[in-house]
C-alpha cells in the first residue's frame, strides 16, 4: 500500500505566510521559506504554497519564494493561486517548483489542463477545487477566493479535469476551512470515488484525530492542513505517529519504511 502524505500548506500574501478562517480574517505568520524548512525538518512529504496575493503583478515576489525554498528543502514542492497560462506553470517550474496548483483560470478555461499536462506531464498538473454544500449532497465549484458560486458540480468538475490532464485534485472544503471541526468526509467521498487519481483533504483539521478519521473513513491519498501546524499544535511527524500505530502507511523520518510494507 503507498503511504499516504501529510502536506502543510503556506498561504502566501506579499512574501508572508498568512492563515485566516473561512477564506477571511487574515493574519500574518510568518516567512515562507523558514516555515518551509522547519517542515521539511519535521517531515512532511511535500510542501504546497498557495500565493493569495491580489495582483498578478506581485508574481516576482512568489517567484523569488519558490526559488529560496527549492534551494533549502528536498520534499515536493507544490505552487498555486493567480495562475492563468502554460507560461505561468513554466515560470514556477524553472523556479524550482515540482507541481502547479490551478483553480479559477481552469474553470474559465478547463483547456489549459490538457495545454499543461502535453507540455509538462500530468504529474506537474494540479487542480484546485475550492467547494461548498448547497443542498444535501450536491457541492459548487467557488472561485475568486470562494466569493463566486460557478454554479459547477464538484463531482462532474473533477470528473472533467481528470479526462484533461490534471494528475491530481487539491479539495478544498469552504464549509470546513479554518474551523478545525475535522475534513468533510463526505465531499471527500463523493469526489474520491469518482476519480481515479489522488485527492488531497483540504480544509477543517483540528486534531490528530481528524487525520486518523480522514484515512480511516475515506480515499483520500493525502492530508493537507495550516493552523494545526503553524501554531505548533502538533508537528508532522508526530501525527506520522500516530497514524503509523494506527496501522495507516505514512513515511516515517526514523523508521525503516520496508518493515511496515510502505512503498
Not at 465531499?187 to 487525520?211: E, N, Q, R, W, Y
Request: aromatic letters at 6%; a negative charge.
Amino acid at each position: 500500500m503507498s503511504a499516504k502524505r501529510i502536506i502543510p500548506c503556506l498561504d502566501v500574501k506579499n512574501g508572508r505566510v498568512v492563515k485566516g478562517i473561512n477564506f477571511v480574517g487574515i493574519r500574518e505568520v510568518g516567512d515562507p521559506v523558514e516555515c518551509a524548512i522547519e517542515y521539511d525538518r519535521q517531515g512532511a512529504d511535500e510542501i504546497v504554497f498557495l500565493d493569495i496575493t491580489a495582483t498578478h503583478e506581485g508574481r516576482g515576489t512568489m517567484v523569488d519564494v519558490v526559488r529560496k525554498t527549492a534551494q533549502n528543502v528536498f520534499v515536493p514542492l507544490t505552487v498555486g493561486g493567480g495562475i492563468r497560462s502554460v507560461e505561468d506553470f513554466r515560470e514556477l517550474l524553472l523556479a524550482g517548483a515540482d507541481k502547479v496548483s490551478v483553480n479559477s483560470a481552469a474553470v474559465q478555461r478547463p483547456e489549459l489542463l490538457s495545454e499543461a499536462a502535453t507540455r509538462f506531464g500530468n504529474q506537474c498538473v494540479v487542480l484546485a477545487i475550492d467547494a461548498k454544500m448547497i443542498a444535501p449532497g450536491q457541492y459548487h465549484v467557488f472561485v475568486n477566493g470562494g466569493r463566486i458560486d460557478t454554479g459547477l458540480d464538484a463531482v462532474e468538475w473533477a470528473k472533467k479535469a481528470e479526462r484533461l490532464g490534471a494528475g491530481e485534485i487539491l479539495l478544498t472544503s469552504m464549509d470546513a476551512d479554518g474551523t478545525r471541526n475535522g475534513f468533510d468526509l463526505a465531499m471527500l467521498d463523493a469526489i474520491c470515488d469518482s476519480v481515479g487519481i489522488p485527492v488531497i483533504a483540504s480544509g477543517g483539521c483540528g486534531t490528530v484525530g481528524h487525520f486518523v478519521k480522514l484515512f480511516e473513513e475515506t480515499k483520500a491519498d493525502a492530508a493537507l492542513a495550516a493552523s494545526i501546524f503553524h501554531y505548533g499544535d502538533l508537528t508532522v511527524n508526530q501525527v506520522k505517529e500516530t497514524l503509523w500505530r494506527r496501522k495507516i502507511p505514512v513515511r516515517m523520518l526514523e523508521i525503516k519504511e520496508a518493515e511496515y510494507g510502505i512503498v
